[in-house]
C-alpha cells in the first residue's frame, strides 16, 4: 500500500518524498508496527536478527528496496498493543477455522477456504475463548484476530523491538485519552472477575501476576463511576494503561534513549510528541465513562467526519464547550503533516507543544516524559507522574505474558 501511494500520490497533489501515516486505535497500533517493520537498510538485513519470538530462520534481507523514505512521519492516535503472540501460538485459530468449514478432511485445506464464499465464511467471524481459558459467561476476548510475531515482517514482540532500537527513526506524535480502558473493560463487581478478564484478554498471565495486577488497581483507590460496578474503574483504568496509555509512553521514550545503531542512529528525540487528550463532555460523565477511547478524533478530523453533517457529539459544536478547540487542535495535526512539526503552523495563542524529553539514563523507561494535555479549559503542557510511571514499568516486566 505505501509503494502504491509513493507511485501515485503526486496525481492526488501529493508528494511521494513527504508521506505522514497516522492512524487511530487499530490504526495507531498499526503506525507503531510500521515503524518495526523492515525496510531497507533499517530492516532485518542489516541486523539479521529475528528474536526469541519468531518463527523464520532467513536471514536474507527481506527488507523494502525504497527504505524508510516510504514514509517520513507517523501519527498514533489511541496507540493500541492487544496479546500478538508468535505465530506458532495461533495454528489453533486456523484448526478451528477447518473444523468449522469441514476443510480439514480436504486434502488440500487452505485451498479448501479459498473457495468458500463469504456467506459461509462470515457467520463463522466470531470470537472464541484463548487455549486455557473459560468461555461465556466470563467475556470472551475483545480483540480475537490479532498482530502475530512471524519473524519476517514483525520479527520480535514491539516492546522489545523498541527496546532494542529496531524502529524507522522518523518523528512522530503518539498520545490517548485519559480513560482508554472505559470504552472495553468488563462491568465487573469483583477482583476476581476484573483477574478473570485481564487472563480472558492476555491469556499468558499467571495466577500470581493477575494477582500483582489487582494490588495495582485497588478498588479502595478509585473514583466510583456512574452506572457501573464497584471493581469497573480499576479493570478500566488496568486495561486501558496496559493496552493504550503505557504503550505510547513507551514508544516515545524508546527514542529519547541513547542511539543504538544501527536502527535509531539518527534519530533526534527532539522530534518526538506526546499528548493526553481529557476532554471532557457531560454525557460521557453521566455514563461513568470519562474521556474515553479516541475521544479526540472528533477534534482532529471534525465533529462531522466520522458520521457525517451534523453526526458528532453535541459538545463539539456551537456553543457546545468543546467547540473552541477543534481548530487548534487541527492546525497542530496539519502543522505536523506537513512540517514534521506540530508547532511550526500552530493555531495564534496556542501554547508551543514542548518534546517528549530527553534521558540521560541508557535504561530508562518511561520517566522524564512531557506532553500536552488538552483540556476544555485550555492546553498545557504536564510530566508524566511517578504514579503512572511506575505502573507502566511493571506492566513492561509482564511483556513476556503480555506478548505485546
Known sequence: ??????????????????????????????????????YGEHGQGSYGSYGSYGNSTSTGD??????S?????GVGESVFFPWQPPLRDLEWQYDLILNQTGCDSDADPLSCLRGLDTATLQPLNTRSPFPGRPGLPTPLPLFYWTPCVDGDLLRDLP?????RGEYIPVPVIMGTTTNEGASFASNTSTSEEFGTFMQNNYPKLTDSQTSDIIAQYPQALQVPLPQHAS????????????????????????????????????????RIWGYRYDVTDPTNTA????????????????????????????????????????????DYWISFVKTLDPNTERAVGSPAWEAWGTSDEANSTNNDGQRLLFQNEGFTMEPVSADLAGRCDFWRGLVPATQQ
Open 159 to 163: 516492546y522489545v523491538l523498541f527496546d
Open 231 to 270: 471493581w469497573f474503574p480499576s479493570t478500566a483504568a488496568a486495561y486501558g494503561e496496559t493496552t493504550f496509555i503505557c504503550p505510547a509512553n513507551y514508544i516515545l521514550a524508546s527514542y529519547t534513549r541513547p542511539p543504538i545503531p544501527p536502527f535509531n542512529a539518527g534519530v533526534n528525540s527532539n
Open 62 to 67: 527481506a527488507g523494502d528496496t525504497v527504505g
Open 69 to 73: 523514505s516510504l514514509f517520513v512521519g
Open 287 to 330: 455514563k461513568g465513562v470519562g474521556v474515553p477511547h479516541i475521544w479526540e478524533s472528533w477534534a482532529v478530523y471534525g465533529p462531522d467526519a466520522i458520521n457525517g453533517i451534523g453526526g458528532g457529539p453535541a459538545s463539539y459544536y456551537d456553543p457546545g464547550i468543546s467547540a473552541g478547540l477543534v481548530k487548534p487542535v487541527q
Open 1 to 38: 500500500m505505501l509503494r502504491w501511494v509513493r507511485q501515485h500520490i503526486a496525481q492526488f497533489g501529493g508528494d511521494p518524498e513527504h508521506v505522514v501515516i497516522t492512524g487511530t486505535s487499530a490504526g495507531a497500533g498499526s503506525v507503531a508496527l510500521h515503524l518495526l517493520m523492515a
